[in-house]
């Protein structure tokens, strides 16, 4: 199976040859990054399986946001640093989306709108738990911003991932859904539309006074999808969350063919849920692949309200309080799984020198993806140096 790598080897030079300094420099980048992950223009190290002793080339990553490679690894570290932050509440995932008349706006500003979007999702549904008729309760959330449809067309829109609970706002206690007597229900969404859409448009208002943004958009109705999560555990519900946290708008497993001219994905139909298959012309592919490169210094994932890192302190006051309360509690900590070992499938495999780009292309100048078994005779083994050079 082709990787987008692999698209981006066949394709990427004609694609800059074509478009040539009307490319970004972040997209530049992206492509340089993607083309150089876990080959051994990065480097690499030399790790031995202490069960049979069979030597393995680890190829360095990228870690660019772009690279589809390197969401898996972020993922762990994100579960990792979120398992002390969960609260005792059932969680929701709610998604605002802009109407089709604002996309192209926002995508010519992108680092102030995106940011925008994010705000107003969260004060449109902090104001209404506030209110006693649903929560009467200070929230917390987590969005995402993600730019991309499911055939990578640009579609900018917010993914909120809320524990349903908060600080009351007059005893100052905690109080979740279930103790309100709506265990999978949050807030009316159509309610919660309205004011995103106020929310939004004064702040995109205020941020760029010049900007012509039309006024159809206020007679028509902002979409807002809400559901309560699935997962019950702790552990799965972090893995479910850091799906929507470490994603690119397209993933080496959805490309099913690559040839001199086109690029064929797979993606799941909206409206029915059937998976299909679409083909595009390579340069096509690349072009929606990059307009979602995000721009240098803007975050995808921001904290609000009690989930900020501000409120740390209080978060963890309210975490003691609520640890006999009955809900769901977390669950031991899951040690993370070393390098395996190809050859025999040890999960341990030891690192032993640090090497340099000419040696990993010397020892296996086609490998793209770690580990990389060395042969017995590997020129490198010999010639590599210490772990700290």
Aim: aromatic residues 6%; charged residues 20%.
């Amino acid at each position: 199976m082709p990787s987008l790598a692999d698209v981006f080897e066949r394709h990427a030079h004609a694609y800059q040859a074509r478009f040539g300094s009307a490319i970004p420099l972040r997209h530049r980048e992206a492509i340089a990054a993607i083309l150089a992950c876990r080959t051994g223009k990065l480097g690499g190290h030399l790790a031995r399986c202490p069960d049979c002793g069979t030597e393995h080339l680890l190829l360095h990553s990228c870690c660019n946001r772009a690279c589809p490679r390197c969401g898996a690894a972020a993922s762990a570290r994100w579960i990792e640093a979120q398992r002390k932050l969960l609260l005792p509440a059932p969680y929701f995932h709610l998604v605002f989306t802009l109407p089709q008349e604002l996309r192209r706006i926002v995508r010519s500003h992108q680092r102030i709108l995106l940011a925008a979007l994010c705000r107003a999702a969260f004060d449109a549904l902090a104001l209404l738990c506030a209110d006693h008729k649903f929560l009467g309760a200070r929230i917390g959330a987590i969005a995402v911003i993600h730019t991309w449809s499911r055939t990578l067309v640009w579609h900018p829109h917010a993914h909120l991932l809320v524990p349903g609970g908060g600080l009351d706002t007059d005893t100052l206690t905690w109080r979740t859904v279930r103790r309100a007597g709506r265990k999978d229900f949050l807030v009316p969404v159509r309610a919660v539309a309205d004011r995103f859409r106020a929310r939004f448009m004064a702040i995109a208002r205020k941020a760029l006074p010049d900007l012509d943004l039309p006024q159809s958009v206020w007679n028509m109705h902002w979409v807002v999808y809400a559901k309560r999560s699935v997962p019950r555990s702790s552990e799965r519900l972090l893995a479910y969350l850091a799906r929507y946290i470490h994603r690119t708008a397209l993933t080496d497993k959805r490309i099913i063919a690559c040839d001199e001219t086109s690029v064929t994905f797979t993606y799941r139909d909206s409206n029915t849920g059937a998976h299909r298959s679409m083909t595009l012309a390579a340069q096509e592919l690349i072009r929606r692949f990059l307009q979602h490169v995000p721009p240098r210094g803007m975050h995808r994932v921001r904290a609000y309200g009690l989930l900020h890192p501000f409120h740390r302190p209080l978060l963890r006051r309210v975490q003691i309080a609520n640890i006999d309360n009955g809900d769901d509690q977390a669950d031991p900590p899951v040690p993370r799984p070393g390098l395996r070992c190809w050859h025999c499938g040890s999960p341990s495999l030891e690192l032993l020198v640090r090497l340099t780009p000419w040696q990993c292309q010397l020892a296996a100048p086609r490998a793209r993806s770690p580990p990389h078994r060395l042969p017995a005779r590997s020129p490198i083994i010999h010639s590599a140096g210490p772990l700290d050079q």
